[in-house]
């Protein structure tokens, strides 16, 4: 703690936050390391609260434990959202930061962001900019939202800099760093570890799917999920395919009668065991955003159960592909992928591994650090 510094807070609060706070801590120490005067302080909200959610990464990618750790726990978005709120109003009342800085599109993200604006402590938001249009996900109002009261944008991709433009924001705000996502894979590939169970399912590279289903338009309805897992399972053509359950997805699985033969439930993984079984997957089903960055800069195969995406570089320059939501998309798109047909893609510019750094030099000359 360099005293007299400013202190700039950095939130996590789920966990695809937490690859993203990752390089921006690590660059931070360094710079500290080095004589650097800016302080932080991790904050985080207890959105996500179970090792499979929260603390398996904090370990394995070398997080320091958080400063503080506002507990909210789980709730409807609004109880969500006002417990952030007042717990992190709290906080900074009692000892207010000169930034805030959130990082994606999570509750959290927005939660904090708000609580510091109306405190008059300026927000810094990475990954901003990026939109997907779809209002009925609780992301993309999170993202307008905090965009909204946002001073300094850190963003990863030239759409993302137009989108802010369109809206209003002047270039001087816009700051294109790259992706600490991405960041945080280049730093841990020499990593990646097989899960316990790749010898128990016989799994070999190339040979398995890698399935992940949370959007709750996708899972929240018993039929429309089933009907997901049938068409995977068809398009997998006996080859297993695995698929690690978010806690939401899990419950909703619970209450159905059976899985189809092929798909292997497994628990929430760690973030080295995750990013293994991708690597060396066929091909990737997703609902997720983060996973079609990540496939991307893996050069694997990734189907997207969405209508729309907030990371459009990853199907127009990446390997990723939008579906839809009708499971019949899957069959011949899956028929593709086993021809040996699918895109090759080519990696975003700046996703070169140095964004934390870049973001740390960039907060240092807005501080005055
Ligand atoms: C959140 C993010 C989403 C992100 C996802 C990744 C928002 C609006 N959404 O959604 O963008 O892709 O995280 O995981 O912020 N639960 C647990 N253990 C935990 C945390 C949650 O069992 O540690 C359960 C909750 O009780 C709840 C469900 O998981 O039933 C959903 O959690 P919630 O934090 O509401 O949002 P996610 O769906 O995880």
């Not at 109306?118 to 901003?128: D, F, N, R, S, Y």
């Not at 909204?148 to 759409?159: D, K, P």
């Not at 006996?238 to 628990?267: Q, W």
């Not at 690597?279 to 990734?302: F, L, W, Y």
Request: aromatic share 6%.
């Amino acid at each position: 703690m360099n005293k007299g510094s400013p202190t700039v807070d950095i939130i996590a609060g789920a966990r695809p936050n937490f690859m993203k706070i990752a390089p921006i801590l690590r660059a931070m120490q360094a710079r500290q390391a080095a004589g650097g005067q800016l302080n932080y302080r991790l904050v985080h909200t207890g959105q996500h609260y179970d090792d499979k959610m929260s603390g398996d990464f904090f370990r394995q990618l070398g997080i320091p434990q958080p400063d503080v750790n506002l507990e909210v726990g789980s709730g409807s978005q609004a109880q969500q959202t006002a417990n952030i709120m007042i717990r992190y109003e709290e906080l900074l009342l009692a000892a207010p930061s000169a930034m805030c800085l959130v990082v994606g599109d999570v509750t959290s993200t927005m939660a904090c962001a708000i609580a510091a604006q109306k405190l008059c402590i300026p927000v810094a938001h990475v990954e901003a900019g990026i939109r997907s249009g779809d209002w009925t996900m609780p992301e993309e109002i999170n993202r307008r939202v905090t965009d909204a009261i946002t001073n300094w944008f850190f963003t990863t991709s030239e759409v993302a800099n137009t989108n802010l433009r369109n809206a209003g924001v002047e270039d001087e705000r816009i700051f294109f760093v790259g992706n600490t996502m991405i960041d945080t894979l280049l730093a841990n590939q020499h990593q990646f570890q097989p899960p316990a169970f790749w010898q128990a399912l016989a799994l070999h590279p190339q040979q398995y799917l890698v399935l992940t289903l949370h959007r709750p338009a996708n899972v929240d309805n018993a039929e429309t999920l089933t009907g997901m897992l049938m068409a995977v399972a068809a398009g997998a053509r006996g080859a297993p395919v695995v698929f690690p359950a978010h806690p939401r997805t899990a419950k909703m699985l619970a209450a159905l009668p059976a899985l189809p033969s092929g798909i292997h439930l497994v628990d929430p993984q760690p973030y080295l065991e995750f990013n293994y079984l991708v690597r060396h997957a066929k091909g990737v089903v997703t609902d997720s955003g983060g996973v079609t960055e990540e496939t991307t800069v893996m050069g694997v195969p990734c189907m997207t159960l969405r209508d729309s995406t907030e990371r459009p570089e990853t199907v127009t320059m990446g390997t990723n592909e939008l579906l839809g939501t009708d499971p019949a998309a899957l069959g011949p798109a899956l028929a593709k992928l086993w021809a040996g047909q699918w895109k090759k893609g080519g990696i975003p510019e700046k996703w070169d591994g140095r964004t934390g750094e870049r973001i740390v030099a960039k907060l240092e000359e807005l501080l005055g650090a």
